[in-house]
Every structure is written in structure tokens, then in C-alpha cells.
């Protein structure tokens, strides 16, 4: 078992910043991709950003357009943690963020393809 704590969310102003962090703990793989998905009320999870990390390699990643440009996801592979750096932040970015985690040799952005997911944290943009 993978188990996933995000921390970092909160209330900005719209234009603001968030630094989102997603700390991983229990069992590990060799190559594995973390991502972030939103979801807001009444509409379905989305993709925001994945990356795909190896022992070998740092990794392949990839964004949502709507994110493409604002948002920066990092990470360290050794500490299975990743960051979602949210900058130039709108109110459409208002969503519940959730960090999932999974092995494979491919960068995964659909949520199905995921086995493990934090709790969710909220991020909430004021206009």
C-alpha cells in the first residue's frame, strides 16, 4: 500500500499563488508517476499534471491545457513527494486537489489508470 497526504492548499486571491505538496509513505516502486487531479463541485475529477519518474531517469511530464504555462509540478523521486507549484491562479482553479500515485513505465494522466490517492485538499480562488 501507497499512502498519499497532501498539504498546502488553502484561500488566495485570484493572480495569487499556492505551493501544493503531496508526501508519499509505505510501499515503493522503481517507476512511478504521481499526479494532481481537481475536482470541483458538480463537475467530474480532471486531469491537471503527472510526472513520471524511474530509478534511471528523471521522467516525462505533462499538463492540462488549462494549466499549461501556470502551473509547475516537481518532485523527488527518492521521497515518492511531489509539488504543484499554482501561480497566476483564477477562480476556475477553485477544486478540491487530489494527489495520486502509481507503478509503470508509462506517464499516466487518466484518474482510472491510478490505484492510489490522497484525501484531497481544498483550493479555493477568490475573485
Known amino acids: 500500500q501507497v499512502q498519499l497526504v497532501e498539504s498546502g492548499g488553502g484561500l488566495v486571491q485570484a493572480g495569487g499563488s499556492l505551493r501544493l505538496s503531496c508526501a508519499g509513505s509505505g510501499r515503493t516502486f522503481s517507476t512511478y508517476s504521481m499526479g494532481w487531479f481537481r475536482q470541483a463541485p458538480g463537475k467530474e475529477r480532471e486531469f491537471v499534471a503527472a510526472i513520471r519518474w524511474s530509478s534511471w531517469s528523471s521522467g516525462n511530464i505533462d499538463y492540462a491545457d488549462s494549466v499549461k504555462g501556470r502551473f509547475t509540478i516537481s518532485g523527488d523521486y527518492a521521497k515518492t513527494t511531489v509539488y504543484l507549484e499554482t501561480n497566476s491562479l483564477k477562480p476556475e482553479d477553485t477544486a478540491v486537489y487530489y494527489c495520486?500515485?502509481?507503478?509503470?513505465?508509462?506517464?499516466?494522466?487518466?484518474?482510472?489508470?491510478?490505484?492510489?490517492w490522497g484525501q484531497g485538499i481544498q483550493v479555493t480562488v477568490s475573485s
Open positions: 495520486a500515485a502509481e507503478r509503470g513505465s508509462r506517464l499516466l494522466t487518466i484518474a482510472s489508470e491510478y490505484d492510489y
